[in-house]
């Protein structure tokens, strides 16, 4: 069987899905190829159901500051593992079904079941169907990297997000290799829902973080809570009673495994390199970061299967572009947004803005503010954290900071959109405050920075700059009448 249609999306993944919504603003004739399961990574697998899963340990954890809140019976509340995972399965299913409601569910013919294949720059094989195009975009997605020997010798002792959620029953312990933002959040959530866990990070970052100063204030916070161990590479072998885990000098046998080092793009069995496609060391195509058109070919590629950084908005917003440009001889242009990344532990790490490794430090001033004296945090009992943010020195433009503390997921928001609109600290403190709510904590490390910032050396005007010394009164002469 053969099709030939203007445009061909391969993956029903947030990135795929924006892109069908772009093009049928163009044209009818267009397929969306799909194999595997429809619905998105974040509602199947990634987002929602992990949140849920926070949500219900954040619940649960509460029962521990009944007594100081003049509560009693928290001794007694028991948590069924059973019962906590089905409602997880509950909302994710019904996640999942808001999104085919409005998308696949209403294709008929323009949805294709299957892999695709390239045969050449216009040609895709799907199965025994062929499918030329004028333009193809790639929204592949992206999985979990798992070493392929843990998986033929470990079997079902080994997790991750895809298959976490359908357990029938929570592991009495288990290990989490990975403590990016997906191993950190998960882990959190099981071990307040009853699992005993122990992390294992082989940097010594926790949550990707690059400011050290963070960094610290979240280790220390994380490890009141269960046991991680940085800076070392985890192993695993087989133990009586489930799987041994070693790292450098430490180990710890477990029931179950979760795996959390990373994700690689679903670009495998695509047949790009056959058709002229140069990828980098990762397997992933050389693309223009603008357009997402790969090389010089009539294909773009969006989402999670660029290798970049996974978040939805950012996905949507890529499906778009490549959508468009699928469509149209003049392209768009993708136009990044601030750089912000949050993770939802308890409490939240977030960054914002210029990145900790690209800073001038020389350049910078820097400020910090505690959420232990912030009255919202105190009143909530989440006044654990420290925020910390950074500004250019000669001009007072907030560049971004990072953070661990209570509602970080709304600071980081608010301090990114100061970033990407190039405010000063002083034009922030003009903005709005309210009292009492966590956002005093910005303002008060604002106020900081702007006093840091006030206390600076003059900068010599445009007439000293040009002869050095004028204007200058010498030290202790005062001024004649």
Same mark, same amino acid.
């Given at each position: 069987?053969?099709?030939?249609?203007?445009?061909? &999306?391969?993956?029903?993944?947030?990135?795929?899905?924006?892109?069908?919504?772009?093009?049928?603003?163009?044209?009818?004739?267009?397929?969306?190829?799909?194999?595997?399961?429809?619905?998105?990574?974040?509602?199947?697998?990634?987002?929602?159901?992990?949140?849920?899963?926070?949500?219900?340990?954040?619940?649960?954890?509460?029962?521990?500051?009944?007594?100081?809140?003049?509560?009693?019976?928290?001794?007694?509340?028991?948590?069924?593992?059973?019962?906590?995972?089905?409602?997880?399965?509950?909302?994710?299913?019904?996640?999942?079904?808001?999104?085919?409601?409005?998308?696949?569910?209403?294709?008929?013919?323009?949805?294709?079941?299957?892999?695709?294949?390239?045969?050449?720059?216009?040609?895709?094989?799907?199965?025994?169907?062929?499918?030329?195009?004028?333009?193809?975009?790639?929204?592949?997605?992206?999985?979990?990297? &798992?070493?392929?020997?843990?998986?033929?010798?470990?079997?079902?002792?080994?997790?991750?997000?895809?298959?976490?959620?359908?357990?029938?029953?929570?592991?009495?312990?288990?290990?989490?290799?990975?403590?990016?933002?997906?191993?950190?959040?998960?882990?959190?959530?099981?071990?307040?829902?009853?699992?005993?866990?122990?992390?294992?990070?082989?940097?010594? /970052?926790?949550?990707?973080?690059?400011?050290? +100063?963070?960094?610290?204030?979240?280790?220390?916070?994380?490890?009141?809570?269960?046991?991680?161990?940085?800076?070392?590479?985890?192993?695993?072998?087989?133990?009586?009673?489930?799987?041994?885990?070693?790292?450098?000098?430490?180990?710890?046998?477990?029931?179950?495994?979760? &795996?959390?080092?990373?994700?690689?793009? /679903?670009?495998?069995?695509?047949?790009?390199?056959?058709?002229?496609?140069?990828?980098?060391?990762?397997?992933?195509?050389?693309?223009?970061?603008?357009?997402?058109?790969?090389?010089?070919?009539?294909?773009?590629?969006?989402?999670?299967?660029?290798?970049?950084?996974?978040?939805?908005?950012?996905?949507?917003?890529?499906?778009?572009?490549?959508?468009?440009?699928?469509?149209?001889?003049?392209?768009?242009?993708?136009?990044?947004?601030?750089?912000?990344?949050?993770?939802?532990?308890?409490?939240?790490?977030?960054?914002?803005?210029?990145?900790?490794?690209?800073?001038?430090?020389?350049?910078?001033?820097?400020?910090?503010?505690?959420?232990?004296?912030?009255?919202?945090?105190?009143?909530?009992?989440?006044?654990?954290?420290?925020?910390?943010?950074?500004?250019?020195?000669?001009?007072? &433009?907030?560049?971004?900071?990072?953070?661990?503390?209570?509602?970080?997921?709304?600071?980081?928001?608010?301090?990114?959109?100061?970033?990407?609109?190039?405010?000063?600290?002083?034009?922030?403190?003009?903005?709005?405050?309210?009292?009492?709510? +966590?956002?005093?904590?910005?303002?008060?490390?604002?106020?900081?920075?702007?006093?840091?910032?006030?206390?600076?050396?003059?900068?010599?005007?445009?007439?000293?700059?040009?002869?050095?010394?004028?204007?200058?009164?010498?030290?202790?002469?005062?001024?004649?009448?």
């Amino acid at each position: 069987m053969s099709d030939r249609v203007d445009v061909a &999306v391969i993956g029903a993944g947030h990135a795929g899905l924006n892109a069908v919504k772009e093009i049928r603003r163009v044209t009818d004739s267009y397929l969306l190829v799909n194999g595997g399961s429809l619905g998105t990574t974040c509602a199947r697998v990634g987002c929602m159901p992990s949140k849920v899963a926070i949500h219900l340990g954040d619940i649960y954890a509460m029962r521990k500051h009944f007594q100081r809140y003049g509560i009693d019976g928290a001794d007694s509340l028991r948590i069924d593992g059973a019962s906590a995972l089905e409602h997880i399965r509950d909302l994710r299913d019904t996640f999942v079904d808001l999104v085919l409601a409005n998308t696949t569910d209403e294709m008929e013919d323009e949805l294709v079941d299957g892999h695709a294949r390239f045969i050449d720059a216009h040609t895709i094989e799907v199965g025994d169907r062929t499918i030329r195009a004028r333009a193809f975009v790639i929204a592949t997605g992206a999985s979990t990297v &798992v070493p392929a020997d843990w998986r033929e010798s470990f079997g079902d002792a080994i997790l991750t997000v895809e298959d976490l959620f359908e357990l029938e029953s929570l592991p009495k312990s288990l290990a989490v290799i990975g403590l990016g933002p997906i191993g950190l959040e998960l882990g959190q959530a099981l071990r307040r829902l009853g699992v005993d866990v122990v992390g294992f990070e082989s940097s010594t /970052n926790l949550a990707r973080l690059q400011d050290p +100063i963070i960094n610290q204030a979240a280790v220390e916070i994380v490890r009141r809570e269960f046991p991680i161990w940085l800076g070392a590479p985890a192993q695993i072998e087989r133990a009586e009673g489930g799987v041994r885990v070693r790292a450098a000098d430490r180990e710890q046998v477990v029931e179950k495994v979760l &795996v959390a080092i990373g994700r690689r793009p /679903n670009l495998a069995g695509l047949g790009l390199e056959g058709i002229g496609c140069l990828v980098d060391e990762h397997g992933v195509p050389l693309y223009d970061s603008r357009t997402l058109q790969i090389g010089r070919l009539p294909i773009f590629i969006a989402g999670d299967a660029t290798g970049g950084v996974a978040n939805l908005q950012i996905a949507a917003e890529q499906g778009r572009i490549a959508g468009y440009n699928a469509c149209h001889e003049i392209h768009r242009h993708y136009e990044r947004r601030t750089p912000m990344a949050i993770v939802f532990s308890d409490p939240n790490i977030a960054s914002v803005g210029v990145p900790w490794s690209e800073l001038d430090q020389s350049q910078v001033v820097f400020g910090q503010q505690r959420f232990g004296p912030v009255g919202r945090a105190l009143i909530l009992g989440q006044n654990r954290g420290l925020l910390h943010l950074y500004a250019d020195r000669r001009t007072g &433009v907030v560049l971004g900071g990072a953070m661990v503390g209570p509602r970080c997921e709304h600071l980081a928001h608010l301090l990114s959109w100061g970033v990407q609109q190039q405010m000063t600290v002083k034009e922030m403190l003009r903005m709005p405050f309210y009292h009492p709510v +966590i956002e005093e904590a910005l303002q008060d490390c604002l106020h900081g920075l702007e006093k840091k910032l006030d206390s600076l050396p003059p900068k010599p005007g445009w007439l000293e700059r040009l002869f050095p010394g004028r204007g200058r009164r010498p030290a202790g002469a005062e001024a004649s009448a």
